[in-house]
């Protein structure tokens, strides 16, 4: 004979407002859908240890089934002719009723007595929802990073506002942007957002956006910019100095040009690549030449030099 007052970790001489909530704890702790990442022989376990749970709250918490089982031992918590089969209950259609095979003959109604342990219309409400049920409210919001900032890295915070019961209020978000994040990389802020009709809130997703930068242009881990020269300075040399994210600086000169309109390639000048300490792209640099007008002679002067 299973030992109920065992199984429920309650004395002989236990009340029914302990055993109730000596009931709600285990029944808390070890329904399956509360251990969703466990394998599948762990579920198992969390079933059967369900079932017995069940079984002896069934019986203690009827005075008839329990005078008899204290006073016989008898064990029928589920009384004669129940098509209850342990292998093949499910803990979900317990709490809904489903299955035509399923059926208890107690005179305990969840529905109604579990209202003393929690608030809603079911004990079990926040737990043993569909998948699709859990699937929370989502606000999506952008915010902006400059290259410099996607450089470096270090932590951003986001001013929200958001509704509640009690009126509007301010949400500070808190985010760690890693060095070489990317436009379209997503943070998630649980019950963040805006309060719901149950009382819950909506989650926030905040989606990083990079700023629009005058200078260079992002693709993937490298940096794009034109840099434009005069027919004098392609003649006689130059010197320019670009400014690039983090506060590095590269000196470009006549030496970088290996075509005009074409694309020089400095590797390990771009972007940091996300996940890698030393990993840079590349910093590619497209020369822009403006022609200035000339009249016959002087195009006659420079084709007597070529």
Do not use: W
């Amino acid at each position: 004979m299973k030992d109920y007052y065992s199984i429920l970790g309650v004395k002989k001489t236990a009340t029914q407002e302990e055993i109730k909530r000596a009931f709600k704890q285990l029944a808390l702790k070890y329904h399956p859908d509360k251990h969703s990442d466990a394998t599948e022989a762990q579920k198992k376990q969390y079933t059967q240890k369900f079932i017995e749970i069940k079984q002896a709250y069934d019986c203690l918490s009827d005075p008839n089934k329990r005078k008899n089982y204290d006073t016989f031992g008898i064990e029928e918590p589920f009384g004669a002719g129940s098509n209850f089969n342990g292998a093949n209950f499910n803990p979900r259609d317990f709490f809904s009723g489903a299955g035509s095979d399923f059926k208890f003959k107690t005179n305990f109604n969840f529905g109604n007595n579990f209202g003393d342990f929690f608030t809603g219309s079911s004990p079990f409400d926040n737990f043993f929802k569909t998948e699709k049920q859990h699937a929370k409210e989502v606000t999506e919001i952008k915010f902006k990073c400059t290259l410099d900032e996607l450089y470096r890295g270090g932590n951003k915070e986001i001013k929200i506002q958001r509704n509640t019961f009690k009126g509007t209020e301010t949400v500070n978000l808190r985010l760690t942007i890693k060095p070489g994040y990317k436009k379209g990389t997503k943070f998630t802020f649980r019950d963040y957002g805006d309060q719901l009709s149950d009382g819950s809130y909506k989650d926030i997703r905040a989606i990083l956006d990079e700023a629009e930068d005058p200078v260079f242009q992002r693709i993937n881990d490298d940096l794009i910019t034109r840099i434009n020269i005069s027919f004098k300075e392609l003649l006689g040399g130059f010197t320019k100095i670009l400014q690039l994210p983090g506060g590095r600086k590269f000196t470009v000169t006549e030496k970088d040009i290996k075509n005009i309109g074409g694309e020089t390639i400095i590797p390990f000048m771009g972007m940091p690549i996300q996940n890698s300490v030393s990993n840079r792209g590349a910093l590619r640099i497209t020369f822009i030449m403006s022609v200035p007008y000339l009249n016959v002679n002087q195009r006659d002067k420079i084709l007597s030099l070529l």
